[in-house]
């Protein structure tokens, strides 16, 4: 049947945790809860907040690819009659009245909720740190400042009136986390130790006190005074010794200088921040807090490649797949300017056989470079896929669109030979020559 047709070709492959959460999704949609109308059993509809929730944070990647392919004209084999749902139109949960199909993803449990320590992945934290494991300040769930955010959704009651303590809704991360008031550092985890097996912490245990003041125990109180007492006066010794110490050196007062900034000489060693973007880019910078991860491509010279999709990048598109380019972290100064400096030349590239930079994230660290997405590969395995001689490994493997049985002409090499030397011509003219020109560097 339909729903057997989609666990295998749609919930088989999915990774925790939208595995589970779309499981419960799939069964509520084919087998929904059901309300007495008239005598007659109606199917409730899913619930809002179960379907945000799966949308927006347990399978937010994955619900991007299938709109995506939705976009493109791909689509499940085995869907049947079965949609996507459009949680907008979907009815709220209700406490005191049945009016859909509740699959409790966003249910709080009171007994797993803990307030100075946290269990497990922390999921029920409802604590009060909010700092990150580094010392810096959290970000107000309900504020998009410094950073800009739509996760995790308001339909978790474990960020509802959180204000900027660290929360983990849905149990997203390995532990506890916040976004962060440096612009940029997007978020972080909190630094919050891990309950014992034996402490309940739904309730503040009772400690009972039971000190018995033997002679041994007096011994210990009065050392530990004593020693106390001369740690107080060798501080206050040190304190008075830096007072004086202060007192005798005087700075040159400045209060009254006008100094203007502009006027002094430049100095090579440091940079005004945000005002040193090469022009070339200025027009390219894309808001990096917008960019929706998908899947790593691989890595790269400069750093790690990954799939994300840009919404508004494009006119006329409502998001646009991309390939991030993503300088590490550890990048020395030589290799951030040749990543720079890579990013100006391809910045006024424009030619149909030369991949294409969309845009940057040149403002904070690191830096980004959008590509255009090259969705079949590099023609090295292209070709591979293409020749005669792989055709029986291509029909045993079940092939795909990447590996259809495709089989190409004269025709059509000459053509694929005529776009790559018309891209090299391109290249030549404009007096530049590709370092390492090989079909494993040529995408599709």
Not at 91 to 117: N, R, W
Not at 257 to 285: C, R
Not at 391 to 411: H, K, M, N, P, W
Request: charged residues 25%.
């Amino acid at each position: 049947n339909i729903t057997a047709g989609l666990w295998e070709e749609m919930i088989k492959v999915l990774k925790e945790p939208c595995r589970s959460a779309a499981e419960k999704m799939l069964c509520l949609y084919a087998f929904p809860q059901c309300h007495i109308v008239n005598g007659f059993p109606v199917g409730l509809p899913l619930c809002y907040e179960d379907c945000v929730a799966v949308r927006d944070l347990f399978c937010y990647n994955d619900w991007a690819l299938i709109e995506n392919n939705k976009q493109h004209g791909v689509y499940f084999t085995t869907r049947g009659h079965f949609r996507l749902p459009n949680c907008s139109a979907l009815p709220s949960f209700q406490t005191d009245k049945v009016v859909c199909s509740h699959a409790k993803l966003t249910e709080m449990k009171q007994d797993e909720v803990t307030y100075d320590c946290v269990k497990g992945r922390g999921r029920y934290y409802m604590g009060f740190v909010n700092k990150t494991n580094t010392g810096i300040p959290c970000q107000r769930w309900n504020s998009t400042r410094p950073h800009t955010h739509d996760r995790p959704p308001d339909v978790f009651p474990e960020v509802q009136n959180a204000e900027n303590y660290c929360r983990n809704a849905g149990g997203e991360e390995p532990g506890p986390w916040c976004y962060t008031m440096d612009p940029n550092i997007r978020w972080q985890m909190c630094d919050i130790p891990i309950c014992e097996n034996t402490t309940t912490e739904t309730e503040k245990p009772e400690i009972p006190i039971n000190l018995v003041f033997t002679e041994t125990y007096v011994l210990i109180l009065a050392s530990v005074g004593f020693l106390a007492l001369v740690l107080v006066v060798l501080l206050v010794l040190l304190c008075h010794r830096l007072f004086k110490h202060r007192l005798t050196y005087r700075p040159t007062p400045t209060q009254d200088v006008n100094i203007d900034l502009e006027k002094l000489p430049n100095n090579s060693a440091y940079h005004k921040t945000g005002t040193s973007l090469n022009p070339k880019l200025e027009k390219l910078e894309f808001p990096r807090n917008d960019i929706i991860y998908i899947r790593d491509l691989g890595q790269g010279a400069f750093g790690r490649v990954f799939q994300a999709k840009a919404p508004g990048l494009l006119k006329g598109e409502e998001f646009t797949l991309v390939a991030v380019k993503m300088l590490k972290d550890e990048a020395s100064e030589d290799l951030q300017v040749d990543f720079e400096r890579e990013a100006c030349l391809l910045a006024e590239f424009d030619h149909p056989n030369i991949v294409k930079l969309l845009g940057v994230c040149a403002m904070g660290k690191p830096m980004c470079l959008l590509f255009e997405y090259m969705g079949r590969g590099d023609l090295n395995e292209f070709l591979r896929s293409c020749s005669p001689s792989n055709y029986i490994v291509r029909s045993a493997e079940g092939g795909g669109d990447l590996f259809r049985d495709i089989q190409l002409t004269t025709a059509d090499l000459l053509k694929i030979s005529q776009q790559v030397a018309g891209g090299m011509v391109y290249l030549s003219d404009r007096k530049f020559v590709h370092r390492d020109l090989a079909t494993r560097n040529c995408l599709i």
